[in-house]
């Protein structure tokens, strides 16, 4: 249990806390139980969401006791966005992507053992609340000129369409969530992403102003780019963990062409490896970065985390058998279906010469120039290089009666997509 917090400082898990020395003290004397809260606006969790469940992951496993809630109320609100009022959800629809997220929380945590995570849901607890309770008990002890100085209420403040009262109130049922499970189960500290801050702000000084005692907050960073942008929802660019909104092919591409100025961060923050072993990932990105060692011992370990190792198998395979020598027979429908979703293609027929093949997916701008990548050796279908300049695809060319892969070159891929009509 000793050392937790260091360690998560040093992966680079930690962007704010409050009163540091007094976290870390409580973390090394222990346990103490801990919660992560999750909005259902949308049907699964992402790549951001990941982080703060590998945090509590690293928690669990250093022997404190684990909260995971899912917002069934607070998804009925919504976070007030920074630049608009957010669409409300109906409750059918916040209802599915609660018990979406459930299952996906559930995988990442042990929710059995010696130490069970415990899933919640403010809704239980939120509901049977009438609206002069909520005010009288809970309303009293917030001060609106505190409350408009949170960022995304300030802005909102400032702009032309405002914010309604039914969004400046989410702070106040976040903080309520806190105050509950600090009464209810003992709960002493709150995680959650940087841009919370302001809401888990207002948990430690709702229960400091209702019950007299201090307790802790802590922030994990924004997963970004290369660029500084961040992955998320609000920028249109979510890594989703749920297979049904991201293939496990695509987020293993993801992970695997991580840049070499990121993949060493990455993976401190989303893997288990050592000090030392992070040490020669970060020698063999200097000295052998054409390698790229770190980057596939990123995508296998983190695709394993969400997927399974089942899926990441199919997923390597995949990899190896679109841009390596592997056998793009082999591949499953499902797989091929995901790996070939990306490519650019065109549809062709069963007959077509391999010449009009080229014109149609672009390969080519004319018949001399694909004559001419023929005769260099440049072109294959399903890694199989093609050698007469007169051959035509053929029905078995179309793995699993879809698509073929055409190939100029070791980096320049095609779909072949067999024409419905």
């Known amino acids: 249990m000793s050392g937790i917090f260091d360690e998560l400082m040093w992966r680079g898990l930690v962007a704010q806390s409050t009163d540091e020395t007094a976290l870390r003290a409580a973390l090394d004397e222990g346990p103490i139980t801990m919660y992560v809260g999750f909005d259902p606006s949308a049907d699964s969790l992402h790549i951001g969401n990941l982080v ?24 009925l609100i919504g976070d007030p966005k920074p630049d608009s009022e957010r669409v409300l959800r109906d409750k059918e629809q916040v209802a599915g992507a609660v018990e979406a997220i459930r299952r996906e929380a559930a995988s990442l945590l042990d929710f059995t053992g010696d130490n069970p995570a ?48 039914t969004e400046f109130s989410y702070q106040i049922l976040q903080a309520l969530d806190f105050l509950h499970l600090h009464r209810a189960e003992k709960c002493t500290l709150q995680l959650g992403g940087s841009d919370q801050w302001g809401n888990l702000l207002a948990g430690v000084d709702l229960i400091r102003s209702a019950e007299g005692v201090s307790v802790h907050a802590m922030t994990t960073p924004l997963v970004t780019d290369a660029s500084g942008r961040k992955y998320g929802k609000s920028e249109g660019n979510a890594l989703w963990l ?12 993801f992970w695997i062409n991580m840049d070499d100025a990121d993949v060493v961060e990455k993976l401190r923050i989303f893997t288990d490896f050592t000090r030392e072993e992070m040490d020669e990932f970060e020698r063999q990105v200097a000295d052998e970065p054409f390698r790229r060692t770190a980057q596939k011992a990123l995508a296998e370990s983190v695709t394993t985390l969400v997927h399974g190792g089942e899926a990441t198998a199919a997923a390597q395979a995949a990899s190896e058998a679109l841009f390596g020598k592997g056998d793009v027979t082999a591949l ?6 995901d790996a070939t979703a990306e490519l650019p293609g065109g549809e062709v027929r069963v007959g077509d010469t391999i010449i009009d093949v080229l014109i149609a997916l672009d390969i080519a701008d004319s018949r001399n120039s694909a004559r001419r990548l023929i005769g260099d050796g440049g ?10 300049v007169d051959a035509v695809i053929t029905a078995d060319d179309f793995l699993h009666g879809s698509v073929a892969i055409v190939k100029r070159g070791r980096k320049h891929l095609c779909a072949a997509r067999l024409t419905q009509d």
């Open 52 to 75: 703060q469940l590998i945090v509590a992951r690293k928690m669990q496993r250093a022997g404190h006791r684990v909260l995971c809630l899912v917002g069934g109320s607070t998804g």
């Open 118 to 165: 415990m899933m919640v849901n403010n809704l239980d607890w939120t509901e049977p609340i009438s609206a002069l309770d909520f005010l009288r008990d809970y309303g009293k002890h917030f001060r609106v000129n505190a409350m408009i100085k949170k960022d995304a209420v300030s802005r909102r403040l400032n702009s032309e369409q405002g914010i309604s009262y």
């Open 242 to 253: 749920s297979p049904e909104l991201m293939s496990p092919y695509a987020f293993y591409q």
């Open 332 to 337: 499953d429908p499902r797989t091929l279906a």
């Open 379 to 388: 072109v294959s279908v399903n890694n199989v290089k093609v050698s007469d």
